[in-house]
């Protein structure tokens, strides 16, 4: 079956670095857009970048931009999210998301979704 396995989140302080991994597994990993999405306490969910499959095109939020890089690597079928000097605002528990290349989709409209990993930046 479809399984996203996000990990390296942990409890870390302002300037901290950190990179998030999402283990991919029961579908073709090159043929999809990966993206990375975090939920803060109290706030809706929000859009933090995503990798498009076959293009490598890439898409930051602005809030992130220039602090955070996501990659893929399609041989180990991995997602990462490379985070940089990061805020207590960073604070939140961050998905990796993954869908099919092709017309037909929304801007958030993923049909896979791991189980999330949280990240805590103490100030």
């Known amino acids: 079956q479809v399984r996203l396995v996000e990990s390296g989140g942990g409890l870390v302080q302002t300037g901290d670095s950190l990179t998030l991994s999402c283990a991919a597994s029961?579908?073709?990993?090159?043929?999809?857009?990966m993206g990375w999405y975090r939920q803060a306490p109290g706030k809706e969910r929000e859009f933090v970048a995503r990798?498009?499959?076959?293009?490598?095109?890439?898409f930051y939020a602005d809030f992130v931009k220039g602090r955070f890089t996501i990659s893929r690597d399609n041989a180990k079928e991995m997602a990462y999210l490379q985070m940089k000097r990061l805020k207590p605002e960073d604070t939140a528990v961050y998905y990796c998301?993954?869908?099919?290349?092709?017309?037909?989709?929304?801007?958030?409209?993923?049909?896979?979704w791991g189980q999330g990993t949280q990240v805590t930046v103490s100030s």
């Open positions: 990798i498009v499959g076959t293009s490598g095109t890439i």
């Open positions: 998301a993954a869908r099919p290349i092709g017309v037909g989709y929304g801007t958030n409209d993923y049909p896979y």
């Open positions: 029961g579908f073709t990993f090159s043929s999809h857009t």
